[in-house]
T-cell receptor, first 119, second 111 residues
Framework: DTGVSQNPRHKITKRGQNVTFRCDPI?????LYWYRQTLGQGPEFLTY????????KSRLLSDRFSAERPKGSFSTLEIQRTEQGDSAMYLC?????????????????FGSGTRLTVV | KQEVTQIPAALSVPEGENLVLNCSFT??????LQWFRQDPGKGLTSLLL?????REQTSGRLNASLDKSSGRSTLYIAASQPGDSATYLC??????????FGKGTRLHILP
């Protein structure tokens, strides 16, 4: 297992176009998180999944954003009708939590991110 | 609402010095605290994870402490090297299972 993999690494798109990012977590991890990071800021929470269930969505995740994790494996984050304000680094992380009490068994592992530039 | 603050925002020190990065959080009801390193334009690399029941963790030249009751953590870097130059992020996980990050400390080690 090579860790958390995100594709593509970079994406440049024109305003108004749709984009989709993919995240492949560590295979045995049951939690998957999406974060967004703009220049000079810490990452901000967008949404997270436990297995295939999306448990929470941030208010930052407008109706133009949608995330899925079919079969509890890889996840996709789609942005429709992109705007210049969507330009950021999109980070994915995975972790393993106990099925008994949801305690964190291992720390979060982040991918290298997808840098989106909307022109 | 949990807020995480990191001080200083930026730090430059000569190579070889020991240094301390500070992190504070407003809600002490956390499950764990994690320190990450981020190089420019890159993703996050986990450095140390401290569970809420622990007081500190060590890895090589790094030592992280946690005082949950006062809402503080420190990351101590011994004998700094130019390769330590990066942004260091502190993140806490609360009862809502979300990780909340600080804005980071940009560290520059002068050769």
């Amino acid at each position: 297992d090579t860790g958390v993999s995100q594709n593509p690494r970079h994406k440049i798109t024109k305003r108004g176009q749709n984009v989709t990012f993919r995240c492949d977590p560590i295979s045995e991890h049951n939690r998957l998180y999406w974060y967004r990071q703009t220049l000079g800021q810490g990452p901000e929470f967008l949404t997270y999944f436990q297995n295939e269930a999306q448990l929470e969505k941030s208010r930052l995740l407008s109706d133009r954003f949608s995330a899925e994790r079919p079969k509890g494996s890889f996840s996709t984050l789609e942005i429709q009708r992109t705007e210049q304000g969507d330009s950021a680094m999109y980070l994915c992380a995975s972790s393993l939590v106990s099925r008994r009490d949801s305690s964190l068994l291992y720390g979060y592992t982040f991918g290298s991110g997808t840098r989106l530039t909307v022109v | 609402k949990q807020e995480v603050t990191q001080i200083p925002a930026a730090l430059s020190v000569p190579e070889g010095e020991n240094l301390v990065l500070n992190c504070s959080f407003t809600d002490s009801a956390i499950y764990n605290l994690q320190w990450f390193r981020q190089d420019p334009g890159k993703g996050l690399t986990s450095l140390l994870l401290i569970q809420s029941s622990q007081r500190e963790q060590t890895s090589g030249r790094l030592n992280a402490s946690l005082d949950k009751s006062s809402g503080r953590s420190t990351l101590y870097i011994a004998a700094s090297q130019p390769g330590d130059s990066a942004t260091y992020l502190c993140a806490v996980m609360g009862r809502d299972d979300k990780i909340i990050f600080g804005k980071g400390t940009r560290l520059h080690i002068l050769p």
